[in-house]
C-alpha cells in the first residue's frame, strides 16, 4: 500500500490550497482517512478525518469552518481544501489510512480513530510521505 499526497505549495495568507491523498495497492472503501500536520518544532497534529464506511468527518478546531475533507471513491483519493490559510497553518501535511479490523475498533468515534491513527496505535495503518505546505503573512 503507497500513499502519496500533492497540492502542497506556497500561498498568502487568506488563499487556498487543495491537497490530495493518492492510494495504490489497496482500495480506499472501508477505510479510515486521516490528515495530519507537523510543524518545525511541533509535534504532529491530527487536521482532519473522514471514515469511507459512514462518510462521517471530523476537523480539529484550528480549521474547522476552513477545511474541508472529501473523498473520491473512484479515483481512491482523498482530498482536503484549505481555505482562508493563516500563517499558523504552515506545515508538512501527511495523511494515513487504515481499515479498521474489527468492530470494536469501527465503534470508535472518529475523533478518537483519528488520534488513535495519529498516535500510530491502529494495526495496519499506512502514511504518505508528506507535502509542505507553506502560508506566507
Known amino acids: 500500500v503507497q500513499l502519496v499526497e500533492s497540492g502542497g505549495g506556497l500561498v498568502q495568507a487568506g488563499g487556498s490550497l487543495r491537497l490530495s491523498c493518492a492510494a495504490s495497492?489497496?482500495?480506499?472503501?472501508?477505510?479510515?482517512i486521516g490528515w495530519f500536520r507537523q510543524a518545525p518544532g511541533k509535534e504532529r497534529e491530527g487536521v482532519s478525518g473522514?471514515?469511507?464506511?459512514?462518510?462521517?468527518?471530523h476537523y480539529a478546531a484550528s480549521v474547522k469552518g476552513r477545511f474541508t475533507i472529501s473523498s473520491l471513491n473512484a479515483k481512491n483519493t482523498v482530498d482536503l481544501q484549505m481555505n482562508s490559510l493563516k500563517p499558523d497553518d504552515t506545515a508538512v501535511y501527511y495523511c494515513?489510512?487504515?481499515?479498521?479490523?474489527?468492530?470494536?475498533?469501527?465503534?470508535?468515534?472518529?475523533?478518537?480513530?483519528?488520534?488513535?491513527?495519529?498516535?500510530?496505535?491502529?494495526?495496519?495503518?499506512?502514511w504518505g510521505q508528506g507535502t509542505q505546505v507553506t502560508v506566507s503573512s
Open positions: 494515513a489510512a487504515v481499515r479498521p479490523l474489527d468492530t470494536h475498533t469501527w465503534a470508535t468515534p472518529l475523533p478518537d480513530l483519528i488520534a488513535l491513527l495519529g498516535a500510530g496505535l491502529l494495526e495496519g495503518q499506512h
Open positions: 495497492g489497496t482500495d480506499f472503501n472501508d477505510h479510515v
Open positions: 473522514i471514515s469511507l464506511r459512514d462518510g462521517s468527518t
